[in-house]
């Protein structure tokens, strides 16, 4: 009998996490992926991975307190028992890649460094330099050629996923690609999918993500009935270098390492920043939250150098909007050691040292906290059962999704390190469920089943590709669509979002799916086309972008990173003591009315006419109630004070 195979689409750090994981428990695994394993968009991640460790513990600091900054984080989005195990699985996960070969930078006593990130008061992340992220790739990398080696793993590399092949009980049974050096298209049989594809940057244009990441995998998934969740929830990265091909992050480690954002208190001062004394500089982000300073959380920082440069008028230059990310006060031995990878890379595309100068930032689309709907099994404690075929599995039988693809862990807004610690937990603790899963369906599809199933499918995906070579001259150009969608999604769907604009960018992108289907190649060649690669992927950013608007259009609230200044909170602003209390009182009432009505997860399904139809789902909050999210604000104590009084009241009625 043919052993159990499981196509696993993505080599990044998901991907290749959970193919280390199925090889050990003997499934045989087919690893696809767009590029060379090794390139795939993990290997950009900059600033580090999130666990408690010995030395965060000494001051305070418990997986517990990993798991409520990481919800608190999110604005109370994510279902918490994925989030709890995924923290107390966290120091496991470092441990386990530090065995595996991974150089993490480490204290002059030996133990692993770890430096402060976004939303946290604790230094609970540990780095490798400033390319953790390769290293750690690289590390599963190694272990997942060693499963190739003997066997276990066959690579797709430079495979584009076409989309899953369903049977007719609408069980995955495998998928449809293509080799994207010869063109030649195929099925390929397996006994479940696991999606571990990444982000969907791309849809915005420019973005701090690899140009793979363009969602046409999940789009794929989503186009063949598996549901999409929480689209709207898009990160923009408070710190990235404008840049006319892409946004290039500077991680958050600048900051975590010491780095001030800060703004001349005069507008468009033209002295060079090293010469505007201390006084005449305002940092706006340590003025407003104190207690957390430059590391608030990214959807708070990027909203903060919004109003700075719009409403404040401070931006540093008149021509493009943009603060100062200072390093410079910085010991250079410091810089070097610890964030080399990133200065370097500023001062590759910006021709200046930020080690002798303050660098010019400005907010970029960086994450994806939506993703593929999937679904877990919670146990008796709150946390997950393992083994689990429940555990990240879709709507769709045998599809699974794992990494930035999945809706899982960050709610409305991801810490900064989370991440990569997600993709490997989501990988090691998905694979046993996926065992679990194949072992134990029933039956391999008779041949004949098997034939017309699997030839049918390959047929239509080569019709398709037939009639894409075969338009004519003259349609549409896709790389100027491209462009105009990702200027569209990034001027309505970022950082700031009003109702009027998201409707009319939908009419706007419906029309533009219209002209993609009829684009035109300048290519039509039969080896290595990557003009059909990309027209085929334009078009399937379209029904994401579509959900990513009518999420954001639906939403009438701010969570995160999504924000309509229409509907933000009251302020707290009297000057009578007594008519502040009041104001706060309000403030605390409103917060739970809009949780009763908001605190739900979006989950869309696409129609037949390829239209998003939207439902909403409650989110498992049961361990951590929600609480107002104001990260030590000034002015947000009163609020602090009238919640805390309402919590009292309320525990003391419950128990009388
Ligand atoms: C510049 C930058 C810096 C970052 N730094 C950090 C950090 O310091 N810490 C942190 O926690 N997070 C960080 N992140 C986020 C983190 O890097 C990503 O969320 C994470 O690496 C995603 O991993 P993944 O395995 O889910 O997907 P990826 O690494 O994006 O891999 C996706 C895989 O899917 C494949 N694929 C996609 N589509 C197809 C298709 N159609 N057919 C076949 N294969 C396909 C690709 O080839 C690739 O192999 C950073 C992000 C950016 C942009």
């Known amino acids: 009998m043919r052993k159990r195979r499981v196509v696993v689409v993505g080599g990044g750090l998901a991907g290749l996490a959970v193919a280390m994981k199925l090889a050990e428990l003997d499934v045989d695994v087919a690893l696809m992926s767009l590029s060379k394993v090794k390139r795939s968009h993990s290997a950009c991640a900059q600033g580090g991975i999130n666990s408690v460790n010995i030395l965060t513990r000494q001051l305070g600091d418990s997986e517990w307190n990993h798991f409520d900054d990481t919800v608190y984080g999110g604005d109370f989005l994510a279902h918490q028992p994925p989030v709890k195990e995924l923290a107390y699985w966290a120091p496991q996960i470092i441990d386990l890649m530090d065995r595996l070969g991974v150089t993490f930078n480490r204290t002059p006593e030996g133990f692993r460094d770890q430096r402060r990130f976004g939303g946290t008061l604790y230094s609970r992340t540990a780095f490798a330099g400033a390319t953790t992220g390769q290293q750690l790739l690289y590390a599963l990398d190694e272990q997942v050629r060693r499963w190739e080696a003997t066997g276990h793993v066959t690579k797709f590399e430079m495979w584009d996923f076409l989309g899953p092949v ?100 005069t507008p468009q001062d033209p002295r060079p920043p090293g010469e505007i004394p201390e006084k005449e500089r305002f940092y706006f982000l340590e003025h407003r939250y104190p207690t957390y300073g430059n590391l608030v959380p990214r959807d708070i920082a990027t909203r903060e150098v919004f109003n700075v440069c719009v409403k404040e008028h401070l931006s ?27 200065l370097e890379i500023y001062e590759k595309f ?165 002209q993609a289907r009829r684009a035109s190649l300048s290519d039509r060649g039969d080896w290595a086309n990557q003009n059909a690669v990309f027209a085929r992927a334009l078009e399937d950013m379209f029904p994401l972008a579509k959900t990513i608007l009518r999420g954001a259009l639906a939403r009438d609230e701010c969570r995160g990173a999504h924000y309509k200044p229409e509907f933000t909170m009251p302020q707290v602003d009297a000057d ?81």
Request: glycine residues 10%; proline residues 5%.
């Open 166 to 265: 369903l049977d007719d009980r609408g069980r995955c049974r495998g998928c449809v690609a293509q080799d994207m050096v010869s063109m030649k298209i195929r099925a390929v049989e397996a006994d479940a999918l696991v999606l571990a594809s990444g982000g969907c940057g791309a849809i915005f244009g420019r973005s701090t993500n690899s140009i793979a990441c363009n969602g046409s995998a999940v789009s794929r998934v989503f186009q063949a009935g598996v549901h999409y969740a929480n689209g709207e929830f898009i990160q923009v990265h408070p710190t990235a270098i404008p840049g006319a091909d892409k946004l290039r992050l500077i991680s958050e480690s600048a900051r975590g390492e010491g780095g001030r954002v800060w703004v001349p208190r």
């Open 316 to 342: 540093v230059d008149s021509e493009r909007m943009c603060v100062y990310l200072d390093v410079s006060h910085l010991p250079r031995e410091l810089l070097d050691r610890k964030l080399a990878g990133i």
């Open 350 to 514: 910006q021709g200046v040292d930020p080690r002798r100068t303050a660098m010019k930032i400005f907010p970029a689309v960086h994450y994806t906290m939506g993703g593929l709907w999937c679904d877990y099994e919670r146990t008796a404690e709150g946390g997950l059962a393992i083994g689990s075929p429940r555990n990240q599995q879709t709507n769709v039988s045998g599809i699974f999704a794992i990494g930035e693809c999945d809706y899982h862990f960050h709610g409305a807004n991801r810490l900064g390190a989370n991440s990569l610690v997600a993709c490997v937990f989501s990988g090691l603790t998905a694979a046993p469920g996926v065992a679990n899963y194949v072992n134990h369906l029933p039956r391999h599809p008779a041949d004949e089943e098997r034939r017309s199933l699997f030839e049918g499918s390959q047929r239509r995906h080569e019709a398709r590709y037939k009639a894409m070579l075969a338009r004519p001259e003259g349609g549409p150009n896709p790389y100027r669509l491209h462009a105009r969608l990702g200027e569209l999604m990034t001027r309505v769907a970022t950082a700031i979002r009003h109702n009027p604009e998201l409707e009319a960018a939908y009419a706007e992108v419906c029309e533009m799916e219209e």
């Open 576 to 656: 009578d003591p007594a008519e502040r209390r009041r104001q706060a009182e309000i403030w605390c009432q409103r917060f739970e009315e809009n949780n009763r009505k908001w605190l739900k997860s979006t989950v869309a399904r696409l129609s037949s006419d390829g239209e998003p139809q939207l439902s909403y789902e409650e989110v498992d909050t049961t361990l951590i109630p929600p609480r107002p999210r104001l990260y030590g604000v000034v002015g947000g104590e009163l609020i602090e004070e009238a919640w805390n009084s309402r919590q009292a009241t309320a525990t003391a009625q419950e128990r009388s």
